[in-house]
């Protein structure tokens, strides 16, 4: 089954600074990247997600790119700002249908950006 | 719109006893998921629905039970509870394109 491992485990960052986050999976299948932030107390909430047809996409401060060859896809954060102070999981969703075409997630990333 | 809403949003349990968490949708959609969050561990997949009536095991389904009587709702229930069953437990629905939407979370503690 798939495998997804996620890189740092934390990162500090100045304000204004970037922020990158670094997830790898093991089914080369893998189509779906999804990236989820997590605030205190709160449940995850879907950010960006790109599919394997796609190299990069952005959404204002936020980027990812997925290289399907190295089987690796990151999170940018540019002009990061103090709410963007969180937990963040990376995950992708395997092409079979076992557990009802699941999703595998990341151990997640706690980012804190420093004022 | 609310989305996915979870209730509770605690609870505290002795071993043994039994509870049901409540997971319900109104964004009409066929797949809802359960799932337990631990320090370090990510998300793991307890139960899943891909439709009323239906549901499935997931990686870690061992003493929990679940039901998807109507298309709205899915309920997670604990027979006997465990101190190892002390966790987050999320619930989320999956829109068309594979998006997965999450819940607030129970915080669940078994003494």
């Known amino acids: 089954g798939e495998n997804v491992e996620q890189h740092p485990s934390t990162l500090s960052v100045q304000e204004g600074d970037s922020a990158v986050i670094k997830c790898t999976y093991s089914?080369?299948?893998?189509?779906?990247f999804p990236w989820y932030k997590q605030e205190l107390g709160k449940g995850p909430q879907l950010i960006i997600d790109?599919?394997?047809?796609?190299g990069e996409k952005k959404d204002q401060r936020i980027a990812v790119t997925l290289n399907k060859t190295a089987k690796h896809f990151s999170l940018h954060i540019t002009e990061t700002q103090p709410e963007d102070s969180a937990v963040y999981f990376c995950?992708?969703?395997?092409?079979?249908?076992?557990?009802?075409?699941?999703?595998?997630f990341g151990a997640g990333t706690i980012l804190r950006v420093k004022s | 719109n609310a989305g996915v809403t979870q209730t509770p949003k605690f609870r505290v349990l002795k071993t043994g006893q039994s509870m049901t968490l409540l997971c319900a949708q109104d964004?009409?959609?066929?797949?809802m998921y359960w799932y337990r969050q631990d320090p370090g561990m990510g998300l793991r997949l307890i139960h899943y629905?891909?439709?009323?009536?239906?549901?499935a095991k997931g990686e870690v389904p061992d003493g929990y039970n679940v039901s998807r009587l109507k298309k709205q709702n899915f309920l997670l229930g604990l027979e006997s509870a465990a101190p190892s069953q002390t966790s987050v437990y999320f619930c989320?629905?999956?829109?068309?394109?594979?998006?997965?939407?999450f819940g607030p979370g129970t915080r669940l503690t078994v003494t």
């Open positions: 089914d080369s299948a893998s189509n779906y």
């Open positions: 790109i599919r394997s047809n796609v």
């Open positions: 629905s891909v439709g009323e009536g239906t549901t």
């Open positions: 989320a629905s999956r829109g068309d394109r594979y998006e997965q939407y």
């Open positions: 995950a992708a969703r395997g092409a079979g249908l076992e557990y009802g075409n699941k999703l595998v």
């Open positions: 964004m009409n959609h066929e797949y």
